[in-house]
């Protein structure tokens, strides 16, 4: 189904950015029935506004400094392809590995499905692994 013309992705895309950059006063970008999707997460998938919310919140308590820039954005009927990139310095513990003081950057892409006007769905691609080696976790 179409999405009205007024519906502005890339103003949308950047204010659902901020949220992952810790402005929370943007929370109401997401609906509350949102699924996300994450390579990194044990079972892989987040489901609602609540939990959605959690994750970003502990996501920064590892992370203070994390930042998500938005390199690309294409959208089209609803569904918009972000390409991102991410900083972060992991100074806090995160999902049980104590912090390791190291900076990652990390490059991936979102395909997000936007539903009256807030993100539904947003499924992340990235390399995981690439996350681990940079925190000196794999003796790759």
Do not use: C
Not at 42 to 71: C, K, N, Q
Not at 106 to 130: C, P
């Amino acid at each position: 189904m179409s999405q009205p013309d007024t519906i502005d992705h890339e103003s949308l895309m950047h204010e659902y950015t901020e949220l992952w950059n810790g402005d929370f006063s943007n929370l109401d970008v997401v609906a509350e029935s949102v699924d996300v999707h994450l390579p990194s997460l044990s079972g892989g998938e987040i489901h609602g506004r609540d939990a959605f919310e959690a994750y970003l919140r502990e996501l920064r308590a590892g992370f203070p400094d994390w930042h998500v820039t938005m390199d690309n954005v294409l959208a089209n009927d609803g569904v918009v392809v972000k390409e991102w990139t991410v900083t972060a310095t992991h100074e806090g513990e995160y999902n049980g590995i104590s912090p390791t003081e190291r900076t990652i950057e990390i490059s991936g892409m979102a395909k997000i499905l936007i539903t009256n006007g807030k993100v539904q769905e947003d499924r992340l691609y990235y390399d995981f692994h690439e996350v681990i080696e940079q925190l000196g976790l794999t003796d790759r």
